[in-house]
């Protein structure tokens, strides 16, 4: 049998690197006669640290340059976190593999108290996301949050240089980098709704490349796919980014998909919070109806705050 060569084109970070040899073994295992090259880059978002996402362009920023990568046929594949890309693809790419899901929840950090709660007033509390924020703001209006970027290593070492009282991270980065020890709390969904995707892995390619779409389609998890379908159809109908605070999550149990959604002001003292129920086919119309209830109930005028 031809060996077929597959690259991979993927962010030069621990975590990115660690996602990337995830399905490149995978694939290995499945596809034992193809060769894996990986294609690092470094992209804008991992050159510029000392700017907030939201002010220089969003999660996209993580993602243009592996998708030129594609369009150029530098790489076959791109292997994503499914929280960081935007909500529309460029024409020509497509999103056809989300892996099954791990750990989608968020993670308080701190290397003197145990938990949100144990944090004394005023405490300083570091994190890039807004949503984050809002959430943080909402059960806690008297911390002080401040901006923290990076990578894991990055922003675990600001915090060990006392920097910050306390830092929240996505569990399943701290997970894959075998770094468990360093979670205190986990964040159940009542205090901090995740961020869309948030613990899945996607694959994209281009949308014409058929012979990359079958060798790849084996991967994909189709209940996890719909989860995401409704988180991300929630995001599309809010027309939100990183520039707002919003949070959709998606669960399976039986053939019942139930999704929550969130969109909060910057200081979290707005918050909106629904939730819809209905069967696993209809996902997509379910995260675009639940955006549509919150849109009614004022998030348009949260997300223009």
């Not at 996402?53 to 150029?72: N, R, S, T």
């Not at 399943?172 to 969904?189: A, H, K, S, Y």
Request: with cysteine; glycine share 8%; hydrophobic share 40%.
């Amino acid at each position: 049998m031809t060996t077929q060569t597959v690259r991979i084109a993927t962010r030069k970070s621990p975590l990115a690197l660690w996602q990337t040899n995830h399905v490149a073994q995978k694939l290995q295992q499945i596809h034992p006669h193809i060769k894996i090259e990986l294609v690092e880059i470094t992209t804008k978002g991992d050159k510029i640290l000392d700017v907030p996402l939201a002010k220089i362009g969003g999660k996209g920023l993580f993602v243009k340059e592996l998708e030129h990568c594609l369009f150029d046929k530098r790489a076959d594949i791109a292997v994503h976190s499914v929280k960081d890309l935007p909500v529309e693809f460029p024409e020509g790419l497509i999103l056809p593999v989300i892996l099954t899901r791990a750990n989608p929840y968020d993670a308080f950090v701190s290397n003197k108290y145990d938990n949100l709660a144990a944090l004394p007033e005023g405490a300083i509390v570091g994190t890039a996301s807004l949503r984050r924020q809002s959430q943080l703001l909402n059960h806690r209006p008297d911390l002080k949050i401040r901006s923290l970027r990076g990578n894991v290593g990055t922003r675990l070492s600001k915090l060990d240089q006392g920097e910050f009282d306390a830092i929240i991270l996505a569990a399943v980065g701290l997970q894959r980098l075998n770094m468990d020890d360093r979670i205190r709390q986990i964040f159940t969904e009542d205090i901090m709704l995740p961020a869309i995707g948030q613990g899945a892995i996607g694959i994209e390619c281009r949308e014409d490349d058929s012979n990359t779409m079958e060798l790849i389609k084996v991967l994909n998890d189709p209940l996890t796919a719909s989860r995401v379908m409704a988180e991300r159809a929630l995001n599309r109908r809010l027309e939100g980014g990183c520039q707002v605070p919003i949070g959709g999550f998606a669960q399976i149990e039986a053939d019942r998909l139930t999704l929550q959604g969130f969109v909060g002001s910057l200081d979290g003292k707005q918050v909106l919070r629904e939730s819809i129920e209905g069967s696993i086919e209809s996902a997509e119309s379910l995260g675009d109806s639940l955006g549509k209830k919150l849109l009614a109930q004022g998030a348009d005028k949260l997300l223009q705050l």
